[in-house]
């Protein structure tokens, strides 16, 4: 599921920088670098509590991630 979230956020990032290249009458000719990061998210109580009796259920899992690239345009 990481793996899925990563690659859309690289997705998204590469149709920004050609829309903004794009307009700015210019072409994306490379990627300079990329960072990955992401944040977990928890719904729920379950982690309100240090009580290990704490039940867990089953349920929607959210994965997020974020990625900032660098493109070279010419």
């Known amino acids: ?3 899925e979230a990563v690659g859309n956020a690289v997705a998204d990032a590469r149709a920004d920088a050609d829309a903004a290249a794009d307009a700015a009458g210019l072409t994306v000719t490379g990627v300079d670098q990329v960072e ?11 982690l309100e509590s240090a009580d290990a009796s704490t039940e867990l259920r089953p ?16």
């Open 1 to 3: 599921m990481r793996a």
């Open 36 to 46: 990955v990061g992401s944040a977990p998210v928890f719904a729920g109580r379950a």
């Open 59 to 74: 349920g929607p899992v959210t994965v997020e991630a974020t990625v900032t690239v660098t493109y070279h345009a010419e």
